[in-house]
T-cell receptor, first 112, second 110 residues
Framework: GNSVTQMEGPVTLSEEAFLTINCTYT??????LFWYVQYPGEGLQLLLK?????DKGSNKGFEATYRKETTSFHLEKGSVQVSDSAVYFC???????????FGSGTKLNVKP | DVKVTQSSRYLVKRTGEKVFLECVQD?????MFWYRQDPGLGLRLIYF???????EKGDIPEGYSVSREKKERFSLILESASTNQTSMYLC?????????FGQGTRLTVV
């Protein structure tokens, strides 16, 4: 079946530090991969996505590359800001019915 | 912009009550979903619907039912609320390749 595993948090970084949040997946077919972000008190917002192997998704300084050989989609940012503090969810979707599978979420705390 | 609207941000209900959570989307999406979010467990799919009057069970449907009488509206029903259903409930609608979420309803069952 389909599943997503991401690193447990919380992750605490100082401002301007480098961020990596690991995500690996299991899928029966050829899924699309996503990172969603949830700011305090809000719903989830799409951060970036990649639809096929070797694609790189990017947005707001965040990047993730779809690695089929390692079944991974790690999220990276070169220099985090306090405003990046949020919970980050890795997800995949199947082709049929667009059903989404989410990881457990990783809380990021960025300190000034 | 796609808008997914959940009728309440916060709800407090008593054990045994029948509870309705409403979700409306304005982009004519065929697929809609209800998730619950709990600390350490992430998002778990309760039910989803891929068309009017169509529904499929997700991973944790027990204690819940859904209704989709119109394309834009997807309702989650707790038939007899229990304290273990205290959670954050998230509604989403989707196109191929992207899901759009409402702001969530934090339900407390006392």
């Amino acid at each position: 079946g389909n599943s997503v595993t991401q690193m447990e948090g919380p992750v605490t970084l100082s401002e301007e530090a480098f961020l990596t949040i690991n995500c690996t997946y299991t899928a029966t077919g050829y899924p699309s991969l996503f990172w969603y972000v949830q700011y305090p008190g809000e719903g989830l917002q799409l951060l970036l996505k990649a639809t096929k192997a070797d694609d790189k998704g990017s947005n707001k300084g965040f990047e993730a590359t779809y690695r089929k050989e390692t079944t991974s989609f790690h999220l990276e940012k070169g220099s985090v800001q306090v405003s990046d503090s949020a919970v980050y969810f890795c997800a995949l979707s199947e082709d049929n019915f667009n059903k989404f599978y989410f990881g457990s979420g990783t809380k990021l705390n960025v300190k000034p | 912009d796609v808008k997914v609207t959940q009728s309440s941000r916060y709800l407090v209900k008593r054990t045994g009550e029948k509870v309705f959570l409403e979700c409306v989307q304005d982009m004519d999406h065929e697929n809609m979903f209800w998730y619950r979010q709990d600390p350490g467990l992430g998002l778990r799919l309760i039910y989803f619907s891929y068309d009017v009057k169509m529904k499929e069970k997700g991973d944790i449907p027990e204690g819940y039912s859904v209704s989709r009488e119109k394309k834009e509206r997807f309702s989650l029903i707790l038939e007899s609320a229990s304290t273990n259903q205290t959670s954050m409930y998230l509604c989403a609608s989707s196109l191929p390749g992207a899901a759009f979420f409402g702001q969530g309803t934090r339900l407390t069952v006392v």
